[in-house]
């Protein structure tokens, strides 16, 4: 005779996970006695780039077996980056047909160059790190997810990391420009032509940053994140979090004539390097205004002024320990923000093990 007493539908999932764990197969019996437990964390994660190297759907679907076995709750998905769009946006078809396949095409109208052995994603023989998950994918991924009491977190990163979606709206505005549609071309361009910035991103890109002081780009950040949301409406699973990205958008903008304007015409800034913390101001306070709890890295809301921004936010703390990290993390606690914890030294997955020269993986955080 088992009895189980739980506060909520997500208890009892945990219950019987926890009874599943013990029981034993060869003796077909459980062990006798009480068990009192809740989880200590709130937010128990995991972060999956896809964007960089992208996953199939049964992939994810697998994934989410193994988080619910170990009770974690919360999954990451990063489905836009420099190298990658992963998510079909109906009315955008060139995020997914342009900015999720990579080729060697040097326009790039058709694709992204190749990269990280990217291989020709266009022919299927040599497809590398290129394909997306449908409307159809996404929400299967959130009901397979939901019955297992995980939530997605979908994240889609901005203004910096935004190459593929920059290309991807330039092969947009050239189609449309051919069409003779010039107006609806420009509709959600993300490209100033007359911007002569020049800026180097981490990673080497030097046109991989949505300018925040175009009008387009806030129409386009508006229409993914509407899409998205209905996508969550139509599998009856509402998008509660939604991650921004934030990071790495140094240099950017410093002769923008676009911004020039802005910061011309508004009190509180007076040099491009506030564009960053207003970009992350604006969006993060668009987001919570829809009921939906924004979500960056630290690095990006470091920049910005607490006071400017929603009352509940979550910051990734991905600082690492030898830079102080944990006392950056106390920082952000005191301002009131939800914290999750990323510290690169002890949490992500590919760096090595050991310092050995034979050990794989990266080295920039280990």
Known sequence: DIQVEYADKTGFYYAMMSIAQLY??????????SVTDQPSMAFRGLHIDVAR????KDFILKTLEQMAYFKLNKLHLHLADDEGWRLQINSLPELTDVGAFRCFDESEQRCLMPQLAGGNGKLAATERN????SVEDYIEILHYADTRQIEVIPSLDMPGHSRAAIVSM???YNRLMKAEKPEEA?????TEFEDKSQYRSIQHYNDNTLNPCLPSTYTFIEEVLEQL???HDSANVPLKRYHIGADETAGAWADSP???DLIASNDSLSEAKQLGAYFIEKVTNEV?????????WSDGLSHSNAKNLPAQLQSNAWETLYHGGHSNVHTMLNKGWEVVLSTPDVLYFDFPYEADPLEPGYYWGS
């Open 24 to 33: 034993d197969a060869k003796t077909n019996s459980l062990p006798v006695g």
């Open 53 to 56: 190297n992208f996953r199939s």
């Open 130 to 133: 290129s394909g997306y998950y």
């Open 170 to 172: 330039n092969a947009r």
């Open 186 to 190: 420009k509709r959600y361009l993300l």
């Open 229 to 231: 949301i209905s996508m």
């Open 258 to 260: 676009a911004c020039a």
């Open 288 to 296: 919570s205004k829809l009921g939906i709890v924004p979500a960056a």
